[in-house]
């Protein structure tokens, strides 16, 4: 079953396997492409995955999270943005690339300054944000529809908005971060209005051939955020409106157990990146929730998160659970994974420990796999 195609949208995805976006921290302080960033997906498109989704690109300057993200805020990306996509083309037999786009917001390590739907204070970076205006709110819309445009023009089969792991987006849908009382806030209805203009402004740039994804939370784990019962209302009508493809993950900073006081910010438990996988927390930990969401849903979905094995896979696909499968860290220990497991080579299981020690080697490398114990 995972090797079959798939479409999405009308761009055909050639097996079921996705790499699911991950940050590399390997850009240049003003987010440009580098040769490192280059060779990583290079080698990624040359390990047999269907369809690789790079790490969340910010759309404004103002939407940074980290130092050395890559950046997609003006025309001047293009071309080295170009460079990666020319590069998954050229070394794979017809590998797919999405850029997935994102805005921050109460989440950044990098900005003091930072904004939001409503002024709720960012537990993890201990950071109070600044509520957005409605010119703030329209002047972010065009920017991620101008990204779109740039991707697009920058030779990507796709792009996937980040909407998920509370980042901007999901601020908007969730109601623990969404206080507004206008037009952007209250019901599900207007909670959806940002992500929804997003989409037509984008459509008016790329046509509707080109296919929006977009990765969304399921829940929140927050009192007072997203539940499963909102989120699956939330997919529908993301699916009415026109997003050829909905990822399904969870978790905002706000709910990560931060370390001790000298340790700083480094959290301790991460719910969208959960650690022993199989052992310590159970396999495959987003499936109960993709399953609810692919009731309501008329377009592929994608789950990502602790899929360990070749027959879990399969049978997820057999069961009809979600149409594709990210993986993320089994990728960064083994981004040939795909391969191996398309030709039959060697075990079932992935390599990966699911440590989480690839985290801390973004600060200092850049990502990969270090092979490390937990946090």
């Not at 369809?51 to 999270?65: E, F, N, P, R, W």
């Not at 950044?108 to 300054?113: G, K, T």
């Not at 310590?280 to 899929?307: H, R, S």
């Not at 990966?352 to 990969?368: A, D, E, P």
Request: hydrophobic fraction near 35%; charged fraction near 25%.
């Amino acid at each position: 079953m995972y090797s079959k195609p798939k479409k999405i949208g009308n761009l055909e995805i050639k097996n079921r396997f996705v790499r699911s976006a991950t940050y590399e921290g390997m850009a240049t302080e003003e987010g440009h492409v580098t040769e490192k960033l280059i060779k990583l997906y290079k080698e990624l498109a040359e390990g047999g995955v269907g369809l690789i989704i790079t790490g969340y690109a910010t759309v404004q300057k103002s939407g940074m999270t980290f130092d050395t993200q890559t950046g997609v805020y003006n025309d001047d990306f293009i071309s080295g943005l170009s460079k990666i996509a020319d590069t998954v083309h050229e070394n794979s037999q017809d590998c797919k690339i999405a850029l997935q786009i994102s805005h921050c917001g109460r989440q950044s390590r990098y900005l003091e300054n930072t904004i939001a739907p409503s002024a709720v204070l960012e537990k993890l970076t201990r950071k109070m944000p600044k509520e957005m205006t409605i010119e703030e709110i329209r002047e972010t819309i065009e920017a991620f529809s101008q990204a779109v445009r740039r991707v697009k023009e920058a030779g990507f089969d796709a792009v996937q908005l980040h909407g998920a792991h509370g980042y901007l987006i999901n601020q908007f849908l969730s109601p623990y971060t969404n206080k507004r009382t206008d037009e952007y806030g209250g019901s599900i209805e207007k909670r959806i209005k940002f992500v929804e203009e997003i989409y037509n402004r984008s459509v008016e740039l790329v046509g509707k051939d080109f296919p929006i994804l977009i990765k969304m939370n399921a829940v929140d784990f927050l009192e007072g955020g997203l539940t499963i019962e909102e989120s699956k209302k939330i997919a529908e009508r993301l699916s009415k409106i026109g997003y050829a493809a909905i990822e399904v993950s969870a978790c905002m900073w706000d709910t990560c157990k931060r370390s001790k006081k000298e340790l700083g910010w480094k959290p301790t438990f991460l719910p969208e990146s959960r650690t022993f996988v199989g052992t310590k927390n159970e396999v495959a930990y987003n499936l109960p929730f993709a399953k609810e969401i692919k009731k309501v849903i008329d377009i592929p979905l994608i789950v990502v998160g602790g899929i360990n094995s070749r027959d879990l896979v399969e049978q997820i696909l057999t069961e009809g659970s979600a149409d594709f499968i990210a993986l993320s860290r089994p990728l960064i220990r083994e981004p040939d994974l795909p391969n191996r497991w398309l030709k039959g080579i060697g075990d079932s299981k992935v390599e990966c420990l699911y440590c989480n020690g690839c985290l801390s080697s973004l600060i200092t490398t850049g990502l990969q796999c270090v092979k490390k114990e937990p946090l």
